[in-house]
C-alpha cells in the first residue's frame, strides 16, 4: 500500500509509448524441425528433465496504456519427471506486487515425436489459485496440456497484459525453470529528446541491443541455466538472470550526488502535498489533547488518522467500485481532513502535516522493497526507491510511521521495508536512514489448545490462536475480503491439511478488519485417531499445533541462500486430559536448544497434581538482532537446526492402561 502515483513528480513518472501494434501477436504456429523433434537430451544443463528451446517476447502498449507482453514458448520434454512438471501450465495475473496483470489469447499444443499434433481446446483453460514453492499464493490461468509423454514437444502463447502501465522501467525476465536455449525480446524505443533507452542487467552479463528494421532493437541471450525455486529463498529477482529497461541521459553518476538530488527534487515536488493551513493546526490541537510526551502526541495523531479518515485503499473498506470511481482527488491534506476521506497516500501525507502542525519535523522517506530486490545505495536509479513512510525526528533520530496502511501498528512498517536504508527527503542535504527491523516478540503467535484424550486415540476441546505484528497483518490481508463463509473453510483446509481427520465447529474470526487489535481464531476441534493405540498403550504428540508439519528444508544441498521474511516468535500451551484408566509410561521432554543469538527453543512437559491433565509448553523465537538472511554456505548448519526443531515437535510420549483389578 504505497503511496499513489500522483504524488510522483514527472522524473518519477516518465512515460514511454511503443509503436508495436497489438495485431501483430502471432496467430500462426512456427514449423517444428526435424532437429527440436530429435533432440533426446538438454543442451544447456546435463541431466535435465525438460529444456526451453526458445522463448521470445514482443513488448506492445496499446493506445489506453496498456502494457502488453506477447510471449511464444517451445519446450522439449525428455523424462517422466519433465512430463510431469509441464503436464500443467500455470500463468499467473491478478495483482502481482504494483502491477495488475490480466491474461489473453491463450493457445497451446502438443507435438508428439512422430509430429503429430495435438491442439488445446479453449474451453480446457480454467483460472485457481497457485501456491508456489515460496510460499506465494497468487492466482493463475491453468490448463494442463494435451497427449504429453517424454519425447514431446509443448509449445504455448499467451499475452500478459499489465493494466495501466507505461513501457519505461520494464523488466525483462530471462530465465526460467527450465533451462533455456534462446530467450528474445523486441522493443521499439520512443525517440525522446536527449534521452536513450538503457539497461541493466542483474546477476548475469550485460547483453547488447541490436537494431532491428523499422526501429525496432532485440536482445538475445542464450544457453541460460534453470531456476530451480528452493524454500525460503530470496525474492527472484535477487537470484535470477533479468533485466531492466528504461530511459535516461547518456552520462555517467556520481552516486552520492545523485541520491542528494533525488531527495532534494522529491521534497521540492511534494511540499505542497504536505501543505499545513488553520484546520490541520486546530485538528493537531484538538487530537494531541492533554498527551505530555513527544512520542504520546504522534500516537494521538496516528490515531486519529487511522479513526477518523476513512482509507480508500483498503478492500475492506465497503467502498464499492462505482463509489471509488466517484471519488474526488484530495490535493492537499485539508482537503483530506474535510472530506474524512483519502487514500493511503493521502493518509500519510495528512499524517505527516498534522505532525508538522505540532511542531514536528516530518519527511516522506523513500525506501526499496526487500519482498523483490536487496536493494544497495550504490545503484543510482531512483526506480529501486518508493515513497513509503513519514520520518518524524525525535531528537537526534528518526522514526518511522506508516498510518496508511491500515493493519500495521505504530512503530513498526511493513516487513518488506524494515531493516533497510531509507532515503529521508530534504530541501538541503537528504540523509539515509536505517528503519527498525522489528523483534521477534512483535510478530507473535500465540497458541492454546485444552483438549480430552479419549481411549479409541481421539482427541477433542477448545483452540485459541491469536496472531500479531506481521503474522496478523497476512492473516488479515489474506481474509478482510473474504465471506465469513470463505474464511471458515480456508480455515478448515489450513487445518485439515495439517490433521486429515479433523472436524472444526463452533468457529469464531475475531478482528480481521481492526488496525489494532491481535487477529483470532477460536474453534472447537475433534480428530479421530490423533493418537496410536497399540495394545494397552497410546502413543501421543503433545505438541498438537506441529502435527503433520514436515522439515522446512528437505534438500541436502542449496544454491540460494535462505531468507526468512522477518523474525518471529511462536507460544504455545496444550492442556490434554488423559483417558481413564490411562497414565504416564514415558513422558520425558525433548531437549531445548538454540542460543539467544539467532534463536532458541524451550518445551516442557508437565502433569498436574492429580496426574489427569498433561500439560505442554512450547516457546519458540528466531530472527533475533534482525538474523533472517543465511548465505547457501550455512545451510548445512541451518537444516540441521531445523531439522532438530521438526524431530522434537514431533516427539512422542507412551501412555500405558493400568492393569484390570476385576
Known amino acids: 500500500m504505497k503511496f499513489v502515483p500522483r504524488f510522483l513528480p514527472p522524473l518519477f513518472l516518465l512515460c514511454v509509448l511503443l509503436a508495436f501494434p497489438v495485431a501483430a501477436f502471432a496467430d500462426e504456429w512456427r514449423a517444428v524441425t526435424p532437429a527440436d523433434l530429435a533432440l533426446k537430451a538438454s543442451v544447456v544443463e546435463k541431466d535435465a528433465d525438460a529444456e526451453t528451446i526458445f522463448w521470445e517476447v514482443r513488448i506492445d502498449d496499446n493506445p489506453e496504456g496498456d502494457l502488453i507482453f506477447s510471449h511464444y514458448i517451445r519446450i522439449k520434454v525428455f523424462t517422466e519427471r519433465g512430463r510431469e512438471s509441464h503436464s500443467k501450465i500455470d500463468i499467473p495475473f491478478g495483482k502481482i506486487f504494483n502491477s495488475n496483470i490480466k491474461i489473453q489469447n491463450i493457445s497451446a499444443r502438443t507435438i508428439k515425436p512422430d509430429g503429430s499434433i495435438i491442439e488445446l481446446r479453449k ?72 534521452l536513450q533507452m538503457r539497461s541493466i542487467t542483474f546477476h548475469g552479463q550485460d547483453s547488447t541491443f541490436v537494431k532491428e528494421k523499422d526501429g525496432f532493437y532485440s536482445v538475445t541471450m542464450t544457453n541460460l541455466p534453470a531456476l ?109 481532513l474535510k472530506r474524512g476521506i483519502g487514500d493511503a497516500g493521502d493518509v500519510d501525507l495528512l499524517f505527516a502535516a498534522l505532525a508538522t502542525a505540532a511542531g514536528f519535523d516530518a519527511r516522506i522517506a523513500m525506501a526499496p522493497d526487500r519482498s523483490q530486490l536487496f536493494f544497495g545505495k550504490g545503484l543510482a536509479n531512483a526506480y529501486f526507491i518508493d515513497p513509503s513512510s513519514i520520518a518524524i525526528k525525535f531528537g537526534d533520530t528518526w522514526k518511522f510511521y506508516n498510518p496508511g496502511y491500515n493493519y500495521i501498528p505504530s512503530g513498526m512498517l511493513r516487513w518488506q521495508e524494515e531493516g533497510l536504508e531509507a532515503l529521508i527527503t530534504d530541501p538541503k542535504q537528504p540523509v539515509w536512514w536505517k528503519t527498525p527491523m522489528s523483534g521477534p516478540d512483535k510478530s507473535r503467535v500465540k497458541r492454546r489448545a485444552k483438549l480430552k484424550l479419549a481411549e479409541d486415540g481421539t482427541i477433542e476441546g477448545d483452540v485459541e490462536l491469536e496472531y500479531t505484528g506481521h503474522f496478523a497483518i497476512e492473516r488479515k490481508e489474506e481474509n478482510d475480503d473474504d465471506s465469513t463463509s470463505q474464511r471458515e473453510e480456508s480455515l478448515k483446509d489450513e487445518v485439515k491439511a495439517l490433521l486429515s481427520t479433523a472436524e472444526l465447529e463452533n468457529i469464531r474470526i475475531e478482528n480481521v478488519t481492526d488496525p489494532v487489535k491481535p487477529f483470532i481464531y477460536t474453534y472447537h476441534i475433534r480428530v479421530p485417531g490423533y493418537a496410536q493405540r497399540t495394545g494397552k498403550r497410546l502413543f501421543l504428540q503433545p505438541a498438537f499445533f506441529q502435527h503433520g508439519i514436515r522439515p522446512l528444508f528437505s534438500a541436502s544441498s542449496r544454491e540460494y541462500p535462505v531468507y526468512f521474511h522477518y523474525p518471529w516468535l511462536e507460544d504455545d500451551e496444550v492442556t490434554i486430559d488423559l483417558p481413564a484408566g490411562f497414565a504416564l509410561d514415558n513422558a520425558d521432554a525433548p531437549v531445548p536448544f538454540g542460543d539467544s543469538a539467532v534463536g532458541e527453543y524451550r518445551p516442557s512437559i508437565g502433569v498436574t497434581k492429580d496426574g489427569r491433565t498433561l500439560v505442554y509448553k512450547r516457546n519458540f523465537f528466531f530472527g533475533v538482532n534482525g538474523n533472517i538472511l543465511f548465505p547457501a554456505t550455512a545451510y548445512p548448519q541451518l537444516k540441521r537446526f531445523f531439522d532438530v526443531l521438526n524431530k522434537s515437535d514431533n516427539h512422542t510420549i507412551t501412555l500405558r492402561q493400568a492393569a484390570s483389578t476385576d
Open 123 to 194: 474451453n480446457d483453460v480454467f483460472e485457481r489459485t497457485w501456491v508456489k514453492t515460496s510460499g506465494l499464493k497468487v492466482k493463475a490461468k491453468s490448463f494442463a496440456m494435451p497427449g504429453i509423454e517424454a519425447g514431446c514437444i509443448v509449445e504455448y502463447r499467451w499475452q500478459e497484459i499489465r493494466v495501466g502501465q507505461s513501457a519505461n522501467y520494464v523488466t525483462l525476465d530471462l530465465q526460467r525453470d527450465t533451462p533455456v536455449q534462446r530467450v528474445k525480446y523486441l522493443i521499439k524505443p520512443y525517440p525522446f529528446e536527449g
Open 228 to 336: 530451480h525455486e528452493e524454500p525460503r529463498m530470496p525474492p527472484e529477482k535477487q537470484v535470477k538472470i533479468w533485466m531492466l529497461i528504461y530511459y535516461a541521459k547518456d552520462e555517467k553518476l556520481d552516486t552520492d550526488k545523485y541520491w542528494a538530488a533525488v531527495g532534494k527534487r522529491f521534497y521540492d515536488s511534494t511540499k505542497s502535498l504536505l501543505k499545513v493551513n488553520d484546520e490541520v493546526r486546530q485538528t493537531a490541537v484538538a487530537a494531541i489533547g492533554e498527551a505530555k510526551t513527544d512520542e504520546e502526541k504522534i500516537e494521538r495523531l496516528f490515531e486519529f488518522c487511522r479513526t477518523k479518515i476513512k482509507n480508500a485503499s483498503d478492500d475492506a473498506s465497503g467502498i464499492s467500485p462505482e463509489e471509488r470511481k466517484k471519488l474526488k482527488e484530495n490535493k492537499t491534506p485539508g482537503d483530506t
